[in-house]
């Protein structure tokens, strides 16, 4: 994959976690994430830290992408 997709879609990823989990803590909910509070407020707690992880995974695996090209072109 390309760095800037992953890139991308980390930082989407934590942003919406983020924002869904701080949202959800004071009784809102974003209408496109809805769906991970239908099985109950613990599957949807779980997967929304589940997003921020990936999101994580994401952004270290986009670093590891960019620091093995610099290695690579040297």
Aim: charged letters at 15%; zero cysteines.
């Amino acid at each position: 994959m390309d760095k800037p997709i992953v890139t991308i879609v980390g930082y989407a990823l934590i942003l919406f976690g983020l924002l869904s989990l701080i949202l959800s803590m004071i009784g809102l909910r974003l209408t496109f994430l809805s769906f991970l509070d239908f099985a109950g407020p613990l599957l949807g707690f779980i997967l929304k830290i589940s997003m921020i992880m990936l999101g994580f995974v994401l952004m270290y695996i986009s670093k590891t992408i960019q620091r093995d090209r610099q290695e690579q072109g040297d």
